[in-house]
């Protein structure tokens, strides 16, 4: 068994929606398991018809480290994770983490994003982030780059952020900000949810910092981006930059 890379003094646990990822789970489990004693998994299921959630519950093993919530079906990942995040802060949790379960967010990535957030108490939010100095993309055809790219030029300009990839779905958050944020307000379904949940962690003044990671696209399954998706974010994005500029005026 692999030693243990990193023991925490806090209490972690991170959350992964799922659908009809059983075989990407069998792949990432393991190693999440093997990262730190202290860390717990919740996978946020939609009905998954491939079994994703049995295959959680048997990775855990006796471990009790894992706990599956299933949901009636296919609701959106920000529900998924508006869900995840209330359960993990009832259970008094205090580092909340966010993480695919398609085997694009590398554990390896974590380790540094988890050593780097404990040496650094006043960040409140850790976003991995491919478009910074040292961030990468392995295995992207070129337009989902240029769409991706776009998306997070845009979504600066509109929004004023100075977040190189709001879009991002690799975080760390603590539980404090969690709380301060006002979650019933981010509403949103696809990726759009990312760049929701930065512009709410802004407007309470949280501390938010950018990890190079390197994202690699997925081998086992289909990604879930789809044109409603990308019409989600594009709307909203401007609807509250729109917004933001009036309020300027």
Known sequence: MRENIYVSPTKNIVVIPTYNEAENLRRLIPDLLQLTLQLHILIVDDASSDGSAEVARKLGGPSRR??????????GLGSAYRD??????????????????????RVADLKEMLTYFSEHPDIDLLIGSRWISGGAVKNWPKRREILSRA????????????????????RIYRADLLKKMELSRVTSEGYAFQIEMTREARR???????????????????SKMSPEIIREALIKVTSWGVARLFKRG
């Open 151 to 170: 998306a997070n030029f845009y979504s600066r300009a509109m929004l004023g952020f100075p977040i190189k990839d709001s879009t991002a779905g690799f």
């Open 66 to 75: 894992i706990e599956v919530l299933e949901r009636p079906g296919k609701l």
């Open 84 to 105: 995840g995040f209330a359960k993990a802060l009832a259970a008094g949790y205090s580092i909340i983490i966010q993480m695919d379960a398609d085997g694009s967010h």
């Open 204 to 222: 309470v003044k949280a501390k938010t910092v950018e990890y190079p990671i390197t994202f690699i696209e997925r081998k086992i399954g289909v």
